[in-house]
C-alpha cells in the first residue's frame, strides 16, 4: 500500500496503535498474574482498564476519519510483548521478576507514547482537532501509566530486587 498522504499515514497508524493497544489488553492479565508486588498487580489491572478505554477512543478516532476500524500487525508492540512474555518463563527471584516486568511494561508505554505522539501531530497539522485531543487524552494517559510504574519501581520492587544482590550493599 502506498501512503501518499500524511491523512494517509495518520489512518495507517492509527490502525498500527488500534492493533498494539489490543495485543496489550491480551497480555496485562499474563503480567498481573505474573507478578508478586500487590500495588503492581493492581498498575497492570487498572491500565487493563484504560487500555479498552483507548480502544474505544481510537473506534471515535476512525469514526471522525470517515474510516473502518481496522488493525494493521503492530510488530513493534508483538516484539516488545514477546520480550515480555519471554522473561516471564525465567527463574527468577519474584521481587526481581517485579522488576523486569515493570521494565517490559516501561518499553511498552514508552512505545505507546512515540505512537500517539505522531498521531496527534499528525491530526493537528491536518486539522482534525478533535482527533487530536482523543489522542492526547490518550497520550497523556499512557504517561502517566509510565510515572506510576517508574515510582513503583524506584520506591519499592528495585528496592526489593536489590536486597536479594549478594554484597550489593558493600557497593554503595
Given at each position: ?78 516484539g516488545l510483548l514477546k520480550e515480555g512474555e519471554e522473561m516471564m518463563k525465567e527463574n527468577a ?80
Amino acid at each position: 500500500m502506498k501512503l501518499a498522504s500524511l491523512h494517509e499515514l495518520l489512518v495507517h497508524e492509527v490502525k498500527d496503535l488500534y492493533d498494539a493497544e489490543h495485543q496489550v489488553v491480551a497480555a496485562l492479565p499474563k503480567m498481573a498474574k505474573a507478578v508478586k508486588s500487590a500495588e503492581l498487580k493492581q498498575g497492570f489491572e487498572t491500565h487493563l482498564l484504560e487500555s479498552e478505554q483507548h480502544i474505544k477512543r481510537l473506534e471515535q478516532v476512525f469514526g471522525i476519519l470517515g474510516e473502518k476500524a481496522e488493525r494493521v500487525k503492530c510488530k513493534g508492540m508483538a516484539g516488545l510483548l514477546k520480550e515480555g512474555e519471554e522473561m516471564m518463563k525465567e527463574n527468577a527471584d519474584p521481587d526481581v521478576m517485579d522488576a523486569a516486568l515493570v521494565s517490559a511494561a516501561q518499553k511498552v508505554e514508552h512505545y505507546e507514547m512515540a505512537g500517539y505522539g505522531a498521531c496527534r501531530t499528525f491530526a493537528r497539522l491536518l486539522g482534525y482537532h478533535q482527533v487530536t485531543n482523543l489522542l492526547q487524552q490518550t497520550l497523556d494517559e499512557e504517561g502517566e501509566a509510565d510515572k506510576k510504574l517508574t515510582s513503583i519501581a524506584e520506591n519499592k520492587i528495585n528496592v526489593r530486587a536489590m536486597e536479594n544482590a549478594p554484597g550489593i550493599q558493600g557497593r554503595m
